[in-house]
């Protein structure tokens, strides 16, 4: 892989007499795609400049866990740079060749900082941040849902990202459409009967909430896509599900994530009162826990459905992957929230 | 109870990530043997599973009849050793037979049969729901207080710590 880089990143920059390939390693834990650290050495006459890099790679089509672009998060990350002041990483390249790197990748800057968002909870090192860092996250998704959408998806790519017939042209529209998706997606990931899932589903139909402006979402905004640094967010990462939706949904991921992933963002901000209260003081949304529930519902579907679906795959032994079949385990846990959210009556003696 | 993947589905994902991901990484010749060993070991775990019960209460009924039948071609033998034949008939081999246990394939069958069931009536009810009938509320109701512990059920057995793998 180091050569490919190498050949790759020569092309790109013709001017430089000789790039060199330092430090290169796999970095663990990225369920979606394939993530490589490196540093880019290039040397132009006297002058040799390190540049910490990030290969983001597709994984094998029918292992992919979430069906992105890598040249529609390259764009992105520019768009997001250039029209608010969230912190993201530069996109340097995208390759849509998939014979350069074996699929198709971009190349991104590596942000300094720390990706470890335990280390901030339970006792952790850096939890004196934790209230920092989680106020933080919370201006930034504030910043995010109330920058006009038409400067960050101007060519309306991000309104229908994975092409399923998601129409945005209101709330309801996208409600609708979103709905009709999620069910006839359940034959898709059902690798076995999941009532828990198909009733959240048919619930999140029969029970819509009040309507709130379509945002731009982060699409998987969760403890594991920021880096932190002496107390502050020094990017938020992983924009591949971004889309077009409602803000709660944003959330309502974050909430379930909290949870799955035992962090304690929500719980961590004490500016006006909590997370929620701060958000709706920056945004004006005034969204009510029960939309955060509901919200985390939905947007636990619009993740698990491509990603169950990808288990289902492994299942069927279209491929054999561990990864797929590890994330069952977190799949089975995020049932326990529709659980949550569908108020399902908890067992008595006798209950069958 | 999430039936799929069966044990024997797990397994060979390990068996697979431990020959591609783990073996090429292991250096030391004592350790590629334990990843021999622990693939040996995984093997005989799946082939048991799925027949262990059925097995046993197989072998069960077997051994009751078989003191049963041991007692009996002694005939009137006397002596400390055939009374105690006889008197371990009449006690361990005196029991009724236990209720056969149906295959791991006709169980797992008709529990998916079943749970099919309770989507498809999840269905009908939202259609319900959705035309104002009053009645399926509670019908709803009743149909969750057989998934609520179900799903409590499956939380138990799915999970493994806190947190995910490899995500800081």
Redesign the interface.
């Known amino acids: 892989m180091e050569i490919q880089l190498q050949e790759f990143l020569a092309r790109q920059w013709p001017d430089a007499d000789l790039i060199e390939i330092e430090e290169f390693a796999i970095i663990?834990?990225?369920?979606s795609r394939e993530t490589y650290r490196f540093n880019a050495c290039i040397s132009r006459g006297e002058i040799r400049q390190t540049m910490p890099m990030i290969l983001r790679k597709d994984p094998p089509a029918a292992a992919a866990i979430l069906d992105s672009s890598r040249q529609m998060e390259h764009d992105l990350l520019h768009r997001v740079k250039e029209h608010t002041d969230i912190p993201v990483s530069h996109s340097h390249f995208v390759e849509n060749d998939p014979v350069t790197f074996g699929e198709k990748a971009m190349l991104i800057e590596r942000v300094h900082g720390?990706?470890?968002?335990?280390?901030l909870f339970h006792g952790g090192a850096n939890e004196s941040q934790a209230e920092s860092v989680a106020t933080q996250l919370c201006e930034l998704m504030a910043k995010l849902h109330t920058t006009d959408v038409s400067k960050l998806n101007p060519t309306g790519e991000l309104s229908d990202p994975r092409n399923e017939g998601i129409d945005v042209s209101s709330w309801s529209n996208y409600m609708d459409s979103t709905f009709r998706y999620y069910l006839r997606s359940y034959e898709r990931m059902?690798?076995?009967?999941?009532?828990?899932f198909?009733?959240g589903f048919?619930t999140l139909?029969?029970n819509r909430p009040r309507e709130l402006p379509l945002v731009l979402c982060h699409g998987d905004f969760n403890p594991?896509n920021f880096l932190y640094e002496n107390g502050n967010v020094t990017a938020l990462i992983d924009w591949e599900n971004s889309h077009v939706g409602d803000p709660r949904e944003d959330l309502g991921w974050l909430a379930l994530m909290d949870f799955?992933?035992?962090t304690n963002i929500l719980g961590s901000v004490k500016e006006d009162g909590g997370f929620l209260q701060h958000y709706n003081k920056l945004t004006g949304f005034g969204v009510t826990p029960e939309e955060v529930n509901y919200f985390s519902m939905f947007s636990g579907a619009n993740i698990g459905i491509p990603v169950i679906s990808a288990v289902k795959r492994?299942?069927s032994k279209e491929h054999?992957g561990?990864m797929t079949?590890?994330i069952?385990?977190?799949a089975?846990?995020s049932?326990?929230v529709f659980?949550q959210c569908?108020g399902?009556?908890?067992?008595t003696a006798g209950?069958? | 109870m999430?039936?799929?993947?069966s044990i024997a589905?797990?397994i060979e994902?390990?068996q697979?990530?431990l020959a591609r991901?783990i073996m090429p990484e292991v250096k030391s010749q004592n350790a590629q043997t334990c990843v021999v060993m622990i693939q040996a070991l995984l093997q005989t775990i799946a082939q048991r599973v799925p027949v262990e019960q059925q097995m046993m209460v197989a072998e069960m009924n077997q051994m009751t009849a078989t003191l049963r039948d041991v007692s009996a071609l002694l005939g009137a033998s006397a002596g400390d050793a055939a009374e105690s034949i006889r008197s371990r008939a009449k006690t361990l081999g005196g029991g009724e037979d236990v209720p056969a246990i149906p295959s791991y394939e006709e169980v797992n069958g008709t529990h998916?049969k079943l749970?099919?069931g309770?989507?498809d009536t999840?269905?009908d009810l939202?259609t319900l729901?959705?035309s104002g009938n009053a009645e399926a509320e509670g019908a709803l109701?009743r149909l969750?207080?057989?998934?609520?512990?179900r799903?409590?059920q499956?939380?138990g057995v799915?999970?493994?710590g806190?947190?995910?793998?490899?995500?800081?």
């Not at chain 2, 969750?144 to 512990?149: C, D, K, L, T, V």
Request: hydrophobic share 40%; aromatic share 8%.
């Open positions: 663990a834990g990225g369920y720390s990706g470890e968002p335990s280390l059902a690798f076995a009967p999941l009532p828990v198909y009733d048919l139909r029969r594991s799955l992933t035992n492994r299942l054999d561990l079949l590890y069952l385990l977190p089975i846990q049932e326990m659980f569908l399902y009556p908890m067992p209950d069958a | 999430l039936t799929t993947p589905d797990v994902g390990i697979i990530s991901d998916r749970s099919q309770i989507v999840l269905e939202d729901l959705r109701t969750r207080q057989h998934i609520a512990p799903t409590l499956e939380f799915y999970t493994v806190a947190g995910m793998a490899g995500r800081g």
